[in-house]
DNA sequence: ACCGTCTTTACCGAACCCGAACACACACCG
DNA sequence: CGGTGTGTGTTCGGGTTCGGTAAAGACGGT
């Protein structure tokens, strides 16, 4: 997001050059209305814009509970604006002027970090005696293979790409579905029983009652 | 890692200010093997080191997959330098001369991407004999995991956020089972005797009497 | 129109929570 | 030092909630 045209088409092509779409905003509120509903990887932000600064945008998101990273892209070089845009929740403060090579490398480091690390999404993944290949999107339980439907696998990926960790219902559906949090429905359930059926007795989704579904660690 | 001994201590003097414990290493080498040895949860490096340059350590240990948040701290202040640090696997670059607490807050902004969310909201606690760890939502008691129900985690887990601190029973109620304050019932008492029940002897829960519970600090 | 898939609904069994009752520990006081 | 009362530990069964499962409706692609 930003306001200055010039800036914005630099911005751009360097980014598209390496892979990225992207998408521009030049006004404050449709770029926060943007973001969620687009759901993007990143966001750029400029600190002054029309309609509504860059550190707000960052602020509802924030409060909103979405963890997008952000990057600001500004001209205010003070280290007090430094300070308080990182302690907002912002991922990379780069001032103006700025290198659009240095910006593209800073996006890709915090797209390295927000993605986890080094799985890098399309590695292949162990749990036990399942592994799961995103790429592929195959499934092998016990050596044989699996057919998953695309939600099951969606849903049995998510699972896994932090094994362990406990996903509520709300979560998985934000995550698998898309959908806005809203409980109420057996939908979750459903495939979790499903895929626990076709994975047979190697079955490493566990549930946590009252509180969501893990894989065993 | 630092060379220059007067900004070295500036870093640790910050860093220690904002609650982080700082281990300090002025050799490229002795930098390498300690970062191995320690597992920090992130490393500040200068590029210009003796024995063996910051960027070296970034790449050995992303070439061992030790992917501990690095921040490269240096003079080296042009373009290409940058992108290829952050290509190595940086997750920032800041160069010299820098302000201090703008290097906390990267530090805490790495820090908060690399924990996946919310500042440490779900990082795993330890009290004694007892860990915690809010994300998997299991427990150990003196290395043995602990099952518990989802209730009698949440009571545990809202006792163990704040060490020390002794809850009274309305606290608890309000919120961990988000009642109003409604006093007149035994049920905390009852969950706290399950909870130490299968915590074992390492039950780290203490009564005040006439207060609440609180654990050991 | 058929077929696979996703979603909703309904029912059942099991796990869990809660409240009451009773036993016990601690502090205060004579 | 023992009695007494308040506060806490513990046990147990009823009632409720929660999750597994099967089946049928809804949806979309071929």
Redesign the pocket.
């Known amino acids: 997001m930003e306001d200055e045209p010039a800036i914005a088409d630099l911005v751009r092509l360097y980014l598209t050059r390496d892979g990225f779409g992207v998408h521009l905003e030049r006004d404050g509120e449709a770029g926060l209305s943007a973001a969620r509903r687009l759901r993007p990887v990143a966001c750029v932000l400029d600190i002054a814009l029309p309609g509504l600064p860059g550190t707000e945008i960052c602020r509802r998101l924030r409060e909103a509970g979405d963890w997008t990273p952000v990057i600001f892209l500004t001209a205010r070089d003070d280290e007090v604006d430094r300070v308080v845009g990182l302690e907002l929740g912002a991922d990379d403060y780069v001032t103006k002027p700025f290198s659009p090579r240095e910006l593209v490398a800073r996006v890709r480091a915090v797209l390295r970090r927000s993605a986890g690390g080094p799985e890098g999404a399309d590695r292949p993944r162990v749990v036990g005696p399942v592994t799961l290949d995103p790429a592929r999107r195959t499934v092998t339980a016990a050596g044989t293979p699996v057919?998953l439907?695309?939600?099951?696998f969606d849903l049995l990926a998510h699972l896994m790409a932090r094994p362990g960790r406990v996903f509520s219902?709300e979560e998985l559906l934000a995550g698998v579905?898309g959908y806005a949090a809203h409980a109420g429905?057996?939908?979750v359930?459903?495939?979790?029983?499903?895929v626990?059926?076709k994975l047979g007795p190697a079955s490493v989704i566990r549930?946590?009652?009252?509180?969501?579904?893990a894989v065993d660690a």
């Open positions: 057919q439907t695309s939600t099951e219902r579905w429905t057996r939908t359930d459903v495939h979790v029983a499903q626990r059926a549930t946590h009652r009252g509180v969501g579904y």
